[in-house]
């Protein structure tokens, strides 16, 4: 049996003050995120209408299907990196959709009226690729991060969810980018030999590069920039509100300069060392980047879970299961053969836990304002009505079994 609970130290102000103001925020927020998505559909149909102008209706086809391939593996890499606290699939949705239209459109004219500004015609020289296309693009991309971290700055896991947000908009960016790069080579060579074998050959030679050997990159670089505006939501102080983002968005920026630059001055065996010595190791730095803040965000939530099974709330066990990844594991492979209802409740009370240590976590920084309380409240408490439900392992804190109290007949409460 668990301690009766008893009332956890708070901080911040009563749970209904700002609500009618969060509600109004809110309500502009989803307005703009509805006028981003009908501008994302409107400049997917304006790219659709030029591509289809300058390279035909064959090349494009071309195009989209070997731009297709990478999609499905690297979204799938961000959603496996969001499982812990999954991001709505219809925001995750909008920030690949936005990549690959919205943020694509705005490229592909902006880059070509500064191209021209400085008199690289069709923006066609390395000056333009190297100097004015990285951070054209990647304000483009990062706009959505922007948008959708602010607006989920108190409901979301901040620096991961900044990570996934940016990724999956440089997925989309990289499709609609790779289907123009497909579909000009396929049309020109096909215009120059008259042979469309010859001219598949060579966008199956570029696609090894683009799609198979480097298929990250514009994912990576906006990951950067989600981490700086994940860490601005994390934290109060002004310096790293105003700083991070500006740093990860010029890290960004860099990177992708750096990779401009190389693929507009180095071929041959230089580009496949540029690749080994650089690429490789930049991509490993990055997923040891994203691994350790998975980590680190696990430890933060057993952490501030701690706080409520100090107090009571919960069993000390219980903490394993909600936060630590092998607890976790553990907890699922246990309700594995027991049923789609014993499944669907143990992934509801493990991302319950992991709201409420996230919440627990913005409220101590004092990042969460009070609202947030009421909040706190409700996830309790359906954490509560969870555990007397759900079927855990056997094996609590006092080595008695823990079982649900529908099994068991009784409340571990």
Sequence with gaps: MVAEPVTLPMTGSSAGVGTESGRGKS????????????????????????????????????????????????TAAFVWL????????????????WGALGAAYIAIELNDWLARQVGDAYAATARSAVFIAPWVEEAA???????????????????????????????????????VYYAQLFQRVADYKGDTGTALDAV????????????????????LTGVGIGLAVRYRHRAVRVLA??????????????????????????????????LLPTLLCAVALVLAVRRQTAEVVAARLGDYSAFGWFPPSDVEFLAVPRGRRRARRHVKDLGALERDRMRQFQQTGVELGLLRDRLVRGVADGAQLG??????????ELRAEVMLPAGTAQGSPVQSARARGQSSW
């Design 27 to 74: 309500r502009l927020v989803i307005l703009l995120v509805v006028v981003l998505a009908t501008a994302a559909a409107m400049c997917g149909w304006a790219i659709y209408l030029d591509l289809h102008h300058l390279f035909g209706r064959a090349a494009l086809v071309y195009g989209v299907l070997f731009a297709f391939v990478p999609v499905v593996p690297m």
């Design 82 to 97: 969001d499982r812990m606290r999954p991001e709505p699939p219809w925001l995750l949705a909008l920030a690949l959709g």
């Design 245 to 278: 983002p500006v740093a990860g968005f010029c890290c960004a920026v860099l990177l992708h300069m750096a990779y401009n630059a190389a693929a507009s001055f180095v071929s041959g065996e230089a580009l496949t060392a540029f690749y080994l010595v650089l």
């Design 204 to 223: 199956e030679r570029l696609f090894l590069w683009r799609g198979v050997a480097a298929p990250f990159v514009h994912p990576m670089f906006t990951m």
């Design 141 to 179: 991309k990062g706009a959505i991060v922007f948008v959708l971290v602010w607006w989920r700055r108190h409901d979301f896991n901040a620096v991961v969810a900044g990570i996934v947000y940016g990724g999956l908009a440089g997925v989309g960016f990289a499709f609609t980018e790779n289907i």
């Design 375 to 384: 909040r706190e409240r409700l996830l309790l408490g359906r954490l509560r």
